[in-house]
């Protein structure tokens, strides 16, 4: 119903930047705009649970983890389905893999994950 891909990911040294594009395609948008979708970004490191990264609910404000705050920021763009996470001051802890996530009243879903790798 929903197809949600990732794209941006890569390579990118300590204190660089990354954006990641999420894009949404799917049946869901017969009946309902982009904009009814809740968006969020999730990443999961090695031997770690995925964890919240930043949100961007229909309502109310971003929200973002502490760890992130201040160098990612959530944003989309409802006339090309499409949410970013602009990543800067890259740390090698934010290597992950990174999940585009939207979430509709009745369902959630994901993306298939993008590597996001920070070392020098």
């Known amino acids: 119903q929903v197809q949600l891909v990732e794209s941006g990911g890569g390579l990118a040294q300590p204190g660089g930047s990354l954006r990641l594009s999420c894009t949404a395609s799917g049946n869901f948008f017969s009946t309902f705009s982009f904009s009814y979708l809740a968006m969020g970004w999730y990443r999961q490191a090695p031997g770690k649970q995925r964890e919240l990264v930043a949100a961007?609910?229909?309502?109310?404000?971003?929200n973002y983890a502490d760890s992130v705050k201040g160098r990612f920021t959530i944003s989309r763009e409802n006339a090309k389905k499409t949410v970013y996470l602009q990543m800067n001051s890259l740390k090698p802890e934010d290597t992950a893999v990174y999940y585009c996530n939207g979430r509709a009243p009745n369902g959630d879903y994901w993306g298939q994950g993008t590597q996001v790798t920070v070392s020098s």
């Open positions: 961007l609910p229909k309502r109310g404000n971003t």
